[in-house]
């Protein structure tokens, strides 16, 4: 079911907006009238194709909204899962053009990385504690992960470099912890995601001193997003929902799944 959330004083005004997500195993879809938000979840993947526009025009009918009547609509452009992303551009495309409105491409780890400061934004009275730099990780499958960094700025996630596929044990923060100021940076750094059960054993063991919050991208965030995309001149032409992609390889092959067993099976066997 449809939830209807009133806008906080976290939350900056807002336009109407459609914003959906099927990045991940998760589909989230949103919509804003500037006054209330919309929010509707529901299996992600390969699974939304069938029921992301059924979904999509029911929030839009509890919101009493036409497409026609939106500033925009924003769609999670990717990295992730590879039907999900064509799935959301095409649903994009199709809306948007049909509707006359402009689109607003989301990257994922942006998305990602906005929820984490808003859910810690809630849970801190004092900015003094909250993540000053905040590093969003999405399960990429194929033994790796979506890795990008970012910076607060007066309340924004600014990206302090391009997403980048890692491998868990491979992942590097010395960098993006520098320039967190004051003594106690790794405090100040946040880490959010989906790795932190999947690739327990492997994450560098310099995490368990980050916060860490357990999150996916979605639409609440990208519609919180929006306003300053849409300000900003982000939109859009509806032929340009375009994905991004990270990897351009679907799957590993059968005999490149075996090497990767054998080499797992090594490393448990002989631990560095």
């Not at 006054?35 to 509707?40: D, E, N």
């Not at 859910?119 to 009275?125: E, F, G, H, M, V």
């Amino acid at each position: 079911m449809p939830t209807t959330v009133p806008r906080t004083a976290l939350t900056p005004p807002t336009g109407r907006f459609l914003a959906f997500d099927t990045s991940t195993d998760r589909m989230s879809i949103g919509v804003s009238d500037g006054a209330q938000q919309w929010l509707h979840e529901g299996a992600g993947g390969p699974l939304s194709s069938a029921t992301l526009i059924p979904a999509i025009l029911q929030l839009l009918a509890d919101a009493g909204l036409r497409l026609d009547q939106l500033d925009a609509i924003a769609f999670g452009r990717g990295p992730g899962s590879f039907t999900g992303l064509r799935t959301a551009c095409a649903v994009a495309q199709g809306l948007a053009l049909g509707a006359g409105v402009p689109v607003l491409p989301v990257d994922s780890l942006l998305a990602l990385a906005e929820e984490a400061r808003f859910q810690w934004a809630l849970a801190n009275t004092s900015a003094d504690n909250a993540p000053q730099t905040i590093t969003a990780l999405l399960d990429a499958r194929m033994d790796e992960m979506y890795v990008q960094h970012f910076r607060l700025n007066k309340g924004a996630c600014q990206a302090l470099a391009p997403c980048v596929l890692v491998r868990p044990e491979a992942l590097q923060l010395s960098a993006v912890l520098q320039s967190a100021e004051g003594p106690d940076s790794e405090a100040k750094h946040g880490l959010a995601g989906n790795v932190f059960e999947v690739y327990a054993a492997r994450l560098p063991a310099l995490l368990t001193d980050c916060n860490r919050l357990t999150a996916l991208p979605g639409a609440a965030a990208m519609l919180r997003l929006a306003p300053a995309m849409l300000a900003s001149g982000a939109a859009l032409d509806a032929s340009q929902a375009l994905p991004l992609y990270i990897r351009d390889k679907v799957a590993l092959t059968t005999d490149e799944r075996a090497e990767v067993k054998r080499q797992a099976l090594l490393e448990h066997v002989n631990p560095s």
